[in-house]
């Protein structure tokens, strides 16, 4: 399966999670924002989002600073 991840195509196998996607990107447990076809999907939900063909995801991490 194919998704747009930040704007480049990504091959995934099966059909994941928001969940399974974030941890496959190293980012579990930070603070991020997930965007699935431009609307942001809640924290709380991404185990039980699972994406399909063609979905395009943003990721964005939180910064910090001051």
């Known amino acids: 399966m194919q ?19 974030v941890t496959t990107l190293g980012l579990a447990g930070r603070r991020i924002a997930v965007e699935v076809n431009e609307e942001i999907v809640p924290r709380s939900q991404h185990a039980a989002t699972r994406l399909t063909e063609g979905d395009r995801v943003e990721v964005v991490h939180a910064i910090g600073g001051g």
């Open 3 to 21: 998704i747009q991840l930040n704007g480049e195509r990504r091959d995934l196998d099966g059909q994941p999670t928001i969940s399974d996607l």
